[in-house]
């Protein structure tokens, strides 16, 4: 059997649940919210996210093949397809997606990786926070 620190928790059973609970608390982390990220893209910006011109951006090529709705759709309320591998990707907006924007890391690893592929550079925190406003105004 292989001990990883979360199996060792899981005998025994009774103590272990609530232990493993605190123990893989990392794992699953969810550590922030949709809007925790807007408020936080916005100090970073120095100014609040607009929802209009984060649409607009997410629609837009920004001098490459893709645009962020070529594989997240428009409105990203279905889920996605990656425009190369064709792989399906969760729904990016908040309201389809309860897991979108609760995990820092992966937001900001997303953000990074995506923005480089769409812009050949990061965005910027006002870019971000207009997104984060965008996705967050999208309703079924
Ligand atoms: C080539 C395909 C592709 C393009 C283009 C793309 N994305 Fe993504 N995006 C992904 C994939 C794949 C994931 C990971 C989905 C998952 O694991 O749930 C992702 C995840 C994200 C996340 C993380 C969501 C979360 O739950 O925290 C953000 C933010 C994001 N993308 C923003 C953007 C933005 C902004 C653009 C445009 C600048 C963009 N993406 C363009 C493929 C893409």
Redesign the pocket.
Known sequence: MNLTPCSIHRWPLLAGVAVLALSCWPALAADTSPAQ?LSRFSAEAGAPGQAERGRA??AAR?GGE???????GAPPLQP?K????G?A??P?APAA?P?????TA??D???R???K???SRE?SAA??AD??AY?TSVKP
């Open positions: 990220q951006f997410f920004h893709w645009s962020c709705s070529s594989c997240h996605g990656h425009a190369s591998t792989k990707i969760d990016l997606n897991r979108a924007f609760t995990d992966k937001v690893k997303w953000f990786r995506n923005c592929d769409v812009l965005c870019e971000k997104v984060l996705l």
